[in-house]
Structure formats: C-alpha cells, structure tokens
C-alpha cells in the first residue's frame, strides 16, 4: 500500500528569551529536564527518554509518529511492501543535514549499517534486528530488506531510527559526532554546557517550510526540588512530567496552567518466571490480587492513572479492550497464595530504578499485607541493566513509556527470551510473538496482538498496574499539544506574542 503525505499536526508555544545568544527580539522555548546530562548526543548510541527527547529534535527518521500515535511521513514521502521482507521508501528530496551534507539513499545504507554494527553500541539494537540491510534503488528510493517478514517495521523507525550523516562522522569521528551531533532535524546543536543545559538554534534550512517557529530550544538541566520554581521564575516553560502533588500551586498561579494527556506509559514489571516462587502461576495471580490499583494511583500519580489489565494500554496497537484488572481481593491473593505453596509468604530481593520509588514502596506495603516481602534496591536507569544482569533479584521494576505505540514492546522487555530485561521466558510467549511481528497482511497482525495480550494476562506475566496520565506544568501562554509516547517534537513551537 502506497502511503500519500499527510498533513503535519501543529502545535503552538510560548516562551521567555533564549538561552542561545540570538537577535535581541528572538525567543526561545525553556524546557525543563531532570538532572543529570545525557552520556551522548549520537543517536546511535543512546537509548533514555532523556537522549530520545533531545536528539528527536535535531534528527529525523525515516517516519515519525503524529501526536496521538499514527505514522505520518518524515524523510520518506511515501511507502509499500513489494515483497514480504522488502519494503520501498520513497525519499523527500531537496533535504539537507546541518553541515548543508545532502540526505539521500547513501545516508539511509549507511544509517541502518551503523545501527546494526555491534561495534556501534546502540542499546536498543534488540528492537531492530528484524532489518536486515537497505539496498539502494537510486538516489532518492531506498529497498529497506528484513530477515523476515516484519509487521512493526514502520514502527521501529519511527521510534528508534534517526538518520544521521555518512561524509560528517567519517570526516569528523564518532566521538566528536557525539558532542557535536548534526541532523536533518528542525534545530541544530547550538552548545553544550555541561551541567547546566543544552541549546539548540533554528534551522532556517528545514525540510518542512515554515518551521520551526521559535529561534531556538533550550532543555535545562534541573534538580527535582528546583524545578517547579524554575517554572514559577520563567527560567523555564514548561515541566513534561509535573508531580501530581504540584498541580495545585501551578493552577493557583495567574501566569501558569496545568494540561494533562493520557499516554503509553506505565511501570513494568520483570518477574523470575524461570525459577523460585514467582515461577508459580497462583502465585503471580495472588501479587496481582493483592494490588490495590486504585490506591496506587492515588498516592502515586495523584489520581493521574487508568487502571490496566496487562502491560498494554488503551490505545496502543495490540491492547485487548476486553480484558478487565485484576480486582483488588486480599482473601482471593491469600487463597492464591496457599494454592500455590506459599500459605505463610514469602521474601524476595525487588530491583527498582529511582523513578518507580514512590510507586516500588506502595506496592510493596500492599504485598505485605499477605505475607510477601520486598527487599527494596534502588539503582539508577544507568545502573539497571548491569544490576539486572547479576542475577541477585527475582521482582525489577520500573516506569517505561513505550515509544513504540505497539504493545509489543513493553511485553517484549520484559517477556519475551534473550531481552536483557527478562527472566526465562516462556516459549508459547515467544512462539506467538515471533507469529505476530511476521504476519504481515493487514489487520491479522494485529488480532494475533491482542490475543498475546489475553495470554500475558491469564499467565498473570507481571504485576499490571497503570496507564500513567501525563502531566504538564506550563506558561499560560503556551498553546501545548502533548504527545502520546510522551516524548513531544517542538518543531512547530510558537509564540503567540511578543517575549516577555
């Protein structure tokens, strides 16, 4: 199916002036971050929600996802499947990285080459090993080759895939590229002040006329308690994940607002299924009785969450809307419980990264109540892979939004064998994913999803908890148009008047 261009969605914003050093009437977007930097600007090797959310606005993919979720063209025009495992981009032409290099088919060989070279280091090279090679057609039509047939392909780049430029890295060298990034995007690496933020200017060369709207973008490295009176001060516009226990003093403020997005992110769960007592089906089925997820919610996100069956949420490819929560029933956990060999409980060593912690804590002082016991380690998101890989726990947790807009990847993280975040496996689990990540024809994919999605759910496969509400705290006068995988683009960012 060939897919026309579509009209881009545009959002509008406000902002004080900027941090880059611009005309005297220009003005910037102030963008609130959390402490600390990032390791890298390359694209390639990075894979945080804080890396994603810079480098989204300097690189482009080949694809990108609109606001509410759906593939809209970015560097591609358009789209289809000659073959099972081959798939044709179209690509937009007249488009240039910001060292004024032309972006053409030889950028995309190249870009998928390097994503795939183990020697890169690309964290998430576990989500795009479906791709095999690009084989260029001519000089603005690209064959992107699978080793199977792969139903997520657009999703993967989409989420994943930024392009970046051949000539600059080889003449440059990975580690200046990392410092020093140049995309296609709708800003260009301005300055890098470690410890303090990183600014972007305006590309005034941008593929899709008219934009950006603002002379610059500044993300601000700021400490959790100093952020909400950097927003009351206007060294920054707006805070993308406002504590819910803030959002009175930020709707009492004349010049503040506070809008709320419901969107694919929620805690995941990684559960030893392989050995011990969480190997026990009654035994998971009792963890999720005895969750109380609308206290949760309440004492975690302030009432910003919608109780969830599974790991998918409402809105992503592959949720099934049929399945309903686990009820909260303590006598039902204990019966569970007992069944499954543990009448007295049980005490197990819980990994937990730092921003699941108030979340980690509640959930834990609901397990106790019928005799399960979590021995609380909390490492950070650099440290979490490593501590993971010891093998010491038997419960990980941690809030994972899913960029993919696919509930394949949260299950796939957590479920499915050789993820670097799972326990072993289930070979059914694995079986049926692989089916349906190959079943290309339309709408049979997706049905085979959802029934994955019954499956994670009978096998109660983690601890399901919540599909989180998104938060914003921002100037008034910002016309503000969140996004669903909570990572949003400011490309169409605009003043509605004059800077401050």
């Given amino acids: 199916m060939r897919i026309s261009v579509a009209t881009l969605l545009l959002l509008l914003f406000y902002s004080p002036p900027a941090f880059v050093q611009l005309r005297p009437e220009a003005r910037a977007l102030n963008v609130c971050m959390d402490i600390p930097d990032p390791v890298t600007l ?15 606005q300097m690189f482009d993919s080949l694809v990108r996802f609109s606001p509410d979720g759906k593939i809209e063209p970015a560097l591609a025009v358009s789209w289809e499947r000659i073959e099972p495992n081959r798939m044709r981009f179209t690509l937009r032409r007249g488009v240039v990285f910001h060292n004024g290099e032309s972006f053409d088919s030889e950028t995309v060989r190249f870009t998928i080459e390097r994503y795939l070279k183990p020697e890169t280091g690309f964290p998430a090279r576990y989500f795009i090993e479906p791709i095999n090679h690009a084989e260029i057609i001519d000089s603005h039509t690209v064959d992107i080759v699978t080793t199977y047939p792969d139903a997520l392909l657009l999703n993967r780049f989409a989420s994943l895939m930024f392009m970046v ?21 709708a800003f260009k690496f301005h300055e890098w002040k470690k410890g303090e933020a990183i600014s972007l200017s305006a590309n005034r060369e941008y593929w899709l006329k008219g934009f950006p709207k603002t002379d610059g973008l500044v993300f601000k490295f700021i400490s959790y308690k100093d952020q909400l009176e950097a927003l009351f001060s206007g060294k920054v516009d707006i805070i993308t994940d406002l504590p819910g226990t ?79 929560p686990y009820e909260y029933n303590l006598e039902k956990a204990k ?42 380690t909390l490492v950070s998101d650099a440290d979490m892979i490593g501590e993971f890989k010891s093998g010491k726990y038997d419960i990980s947790m941690g809030r994972c939004p899913d960029p993919m807009c696919h509930s394949y990847f949260v299950q796939s993280i957590v479920l499915l064998s050789g993820s670097p975040y799972a326990w072993g496996g289930d070979k059914k689990f694995d079986a049926m994913l692989s089916e349906m990540t190959s079943e290309v024809r339309l709408g049979e994919s997706e049905k085979m ?10 096998n109660a496969m ?14 008034k006068s910002l016309h503000f148009t969140p996004y669903v995988t909570g990572i949003p683009l400011f490309f169409s960012a605009e003043f509605s008047g004059r800077g401050k």
């Fill in 42 to 56: 390359d694209p390639q090797k990075q894979w945080s929600e804080k890396n994603h959310t810079i480098c989204s």
């Fill in 165 to 185: 430029p051949p000539k600059y890295i080889k003449e440059k060298g990975e580690e200046y590229f990392s410092g020093h990034p140049v995309g296609t995007g």
């Fill in 246 to 324: 803030q959002t009175l003093k930020v709707r009492t403020n004349p010049k503040l607002m506070v809008m709320k997005k419901t969107s694919f992110s929620t805690i995941s769960f990684a559960l030893r299924l392989d050995s011990g007592p969480l190997s026990n089906l009654d035994v998971r089925k009792a963890l999720n009785h005895a969750v109380d997820k609308e206290s949760l919610i309440r004492y975690d996100l302030l009432g910003n969450g919608i109780p969830i069956a599974t790991f998918s949420m409402s809105g992503e490819i592959g949720h099934n809307s049929s399945l309903s």
């Fill in 335 to 376: 019966k569970h419980l007992a069944k499954g060999g543990y009448p007295n409980g049980f005490s197990v060593k819980f990994l937990v990264k730092e921003n699941a912690e108030r979340a980690a804590r509640i959930i834990a002082a609901n397990l106790k109540k019928i005799g399960v016991y979590l021995d609380i």
């Fill in 449 to 458: 999803a959802e029934a994955i999605d019954k499956y994670v759910y009978d």
């Fill in 462 to 475: 983690g601890i399901f908890n919540y599909q989180k509400v998104m938060v914003y705290g921002l100037d």
